[in-house]
Each structure stands twice: as structure tokens, then as C-alpha cells.
């Protein structure tokens, strides 16, 4: 069981992030946040896949105005994503945004940090403040001579300080590298000494397997610890896949618990079935379950039944057939044509 690190609560947008609530799935959009209806339509897949917050770029005005709709619309928290232009955050705090990421390191002079975070405060809005390799300060990069994992925890310990000081705690901190061990050094140094709730993820993980693998062991080795609030996975690839990956990550943590955990047994020569195709029929007719359940799914019946105990139903297959098993107990026997079905009519039994 993980112990979870003890951070300070924030909210966004009515959504509780941190002091002990479950670790948030989060995405960004990738489409023009302008062209609203495209936007919205991600947004509500994003969201049917299980996000519970999502990030849009704004790169430009159009893009902060056209916030205005979205958050009318969107079934979750909205956070605009400003990189350089201080008059974007105002623009889309304006526009109703819920939380605003900045990098104070490329927002230029503190005054104009500190005028965002006033506003933020005015206005009920949460931050996220970014520091990652690529933004950091000139005087930490003179010290350290380049970002190294203790830098990155010193920039986003000395913003959290000032943020404290000028009175705002409605923030969250996110330190990000794409290497994966600086990451999560610098994570670990920030996390011992503040309790601001830590959003964590690896940036630029790259595509499909590689992205998938790599997201997995930065945020798995962080979360292991306890430490992280809320996570992206930041894959070259529909924004949806990087929710199904964070749910993947959090469930095999015993994090969270969303739709179907399947355990598939890694064949063997005792084989009599194409399980392969078996697995990708369940998970095809499952993937949009969202309640928590348990299948195992063996390729023959010599330990399946010891093996799979713990899930809550599941099919041990044999030549031509399958014994359908609830808690590691045989129910029924079934025909190799029929046991996905009966599969699934047993978890809707559940
Ligand atoms: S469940 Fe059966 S087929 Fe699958 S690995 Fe174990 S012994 Fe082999």
C-alpha cells in the first residue's frame, strides 16, 4: 500500500486536488482551443475516458477568449496554459478560466508574477507554476551551471516561497524533465521540504510503447513514494491515450480504481486456445466499463483458479471450452463460442 505524502488541498474549479484526495488524471487538448466545437468535442472524450481536468493552449488572444465557451460547456475543470504573455492569463482568468499554468521563469520580471497572482486570488482562480529545464532562471543556471535535478527543486521551492509569502496557497507545483531520473530527483528534493500539492508527469515521453514505458517508470517511481497529486502522461498521441495510461499506472498502484483490471496469463505450451484474440475480444467489449472490476482471462485450467483468486470473475480456458470462475471458484462451464459473452453477463451479475 502506498503511503501517501501529506501535501496542502487546492481546488480547482470545485475539484479537490492534493491533502489526501485520490491523485487526479489530468490531459491537455490538442486542438486550436479557438475552433471551440473541436476543443469541446476532445474535452468530452477526454472526459468519458475518465479525465478529471483538462488543460487547453493559449497561445493567443482568440484562444483565452474563446474560453468563455468552453467552461459553459466542458464537464470538467478548465486550466489555460500561458507561456510569455502575462495579458493571456488575465485574459482567460477573464474568460472564466478555473486554474491558469504558468512558468514564472518565462513570464520575465516578478512584478508581473505577482500582478497573476493577485488577480488569481481576486478571482477564486488556481496556478499551476511550472519550472522545468528549459525556463529556469539565469542566476540558477550561473550556479549550478545547468539544470540539474537540485536546481529544478530550488526554482520551484523559492516561487512556492513567494507564492506563500504574497499570501496564495490556491496552487500546485509541477517540475518537469524528460529525463527521467532528473525528474524524479527533483521531485523528491521539492517534496521533502514544501507541502504545495505536486502535479507530476515526464515530459515529451514520446509515442505509443516507448511514451507509454517511460511515463510509467518517471511517474510510477514518484507515486511509489507517495509523492504526486496529480498526474499527465504526456504522449505524442491522441490526448485520450494519455488518460488510459495514467489509469493503467494509478490502478497497477492500487491508486485508483477505474473500469476493467485484466489479468491475462503470458501463455505457455499447455495452450488450447488462441488467447490473444480471447483478451482483445474482452477488452474491446469492455473498454468503455467504467466501474472497478477484476478479470482474469488464463489459457488453461491447471492454475487459473489459484493464479486469478483475486479477480472477481474470469474465464479459464480449455480445448474448445472455458470454466467461468467467480473468485477463483469454477460456476459454469461454457463453450469456447459463448464465453465471452457469458463473460460479460457475469460482470453485469456483479
Ligand atoms: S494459465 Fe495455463 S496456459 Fe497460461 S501460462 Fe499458466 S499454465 Fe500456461
New binding site residues.
Partial sequence: MVKRRKSRQITVGGLKIGGGAPVVVQSMTSTKTHRVEETLEQIKRLHAAGCELVRVAVPHREDARAIRDLVKESPVPIVADIHFAPSLAFEAMEAGAHGIRINPGNIGKEELVKEIVEEAKRRGVALRIGVNSGSLEKDLLEKYGHPTAEALAESALRWSEKLEDWGFLNFKVSIKGSDVLQNYEANRRFAARSEAPLHVGITEAGMGLKGAVKSAVGIGLLLFEGIGDTVRVSLTDDPVKEVEVAYEILKALGLRRRGVELIA????G??EVDLPKVVRQVEERLKNYDKPVKVAV???V???FG?AREADVGLACGRGFAWLFKKGKPVKKVSEEEMVEELLKAINEL
Fill in positions: 496469463c503470458p501463455t505457455c499447455r495452450i488464463m489459457g488453461c491447471v492454475n487459473a493464479e
